[in-house]
């Protein structure tokens, strides 16, 4: 097959525009895209990182149009599918959402971060049996995953399965120690359940990563008070 000349100048000023990116700066990568897109219009990976350059810039209308470009040419794009879903998910389009990110998965199946996608939208949706599996997909893709882990604790917590959640989340954080969300959710279930310590703990985990979590405050307060610790209870809300 003979080279096709504009997509390789296009792969050139697409090579330039992602080191531009890697060096933080979007908006000249997204310079270097444009020109790709201009000298390869039928070319679909310019369009996708044209995509993912406005998008870093916050012109989210201009990465959703770059995006339907790109699937225009090339319908089956996993990377495209799941970058207008996301965005489109945060508009709270979503059923669109999910049918992009169903074509992801049916393009590339082992596609974990496309499953919490999904199960974000299911969830929204109210589905919560379809977002749990798609939650088990991710995991059973990536064990490791501390995000489908935090997500899959909060799922659980949220469908009254506590004991699930807490090893979820004791997972999140074994691999993700500074996760102060995550601390946060399991010191809660442990404060529920009677583990004042390891709760108080985490709580205090929790504020040394992130100060402004108030809801720990309150949480503290609330042990210290149940404990008779008037004196630290009046502490923890000193912020």
């Known amino acids: ?11 050139r000023l697409i ?4 080191r531009s990116d ?9 310079e270097h895209y444009r020109k790709a897109v201009e000298i390869a219009p039928n070319y679909a990976k310019a369009h996708l990182n044209l995509g993912i350059g406005l998008a870093a810039t916050g012109d989210s209308d201009g990465a959703v149009q770059s995006y339907r470009a790109a699937l225009a040419i090339d319908p089956g794009s996993a990377p495209a599918n799941y ?6 998910y945060a508009r709270g389009e979503l059923q669109d959402a999910a049918n992009l990110l169903r074509r992801a998965l049916e393009s590339k ?7 919490v996608a999904l199960s974000n939208v299911y969830e929204s949706q109210g589905e ?50 500074d996760n102060a969300n ?15 310590g390891e709760a108080e703990g985490l709580f205090r ?10 809801e720990a405050y309150a949480e503290l307060f609330d042990l210290y008070d149940s404990q008779g610790n008037f004196d630290a209870a009046a502490s923890a809300v000193e912020v």
């Open 1 to 11: 097959l003979s080279a096709d000349p504009a997509k390789e100048d296009a792969d």
């Open 15 to 18: 090579a330039a525009g992602n």
């Open 22 to 30: 890697d060096g933080g700066d979007p908006r000249t990568a997204c």
């Open 83 to 88: 970058n207008l879903a996301t965005l489109l």
């Open 109 to 115: 199946p082992g596609f974990p971060e496309a499953h």
């Open 128 to 177: 919560l049996a379809a977002a749990s599996a798609s939650l088990e997909a991710a995991l059973r893709q990536r064990p490791d995953y501390a995000g489908a882990l935090y997500n899959y604790g909060l799922l659980l917590k949220k469908t009254g399965r506590p004991l699930e959640a807490e090893k979820a989340l004791r997972r999140a954080i074994g691999i993700e120690p």
């Open 182 to 196: 995550a601390c946060y959710e399991l010191a809660t279930l442990l404060h529920v359940r009677g583990a004042l």
């Open 205 to 214: 985990s929790t504020l040394e990563r992130k100060p402004d979590q108030t």
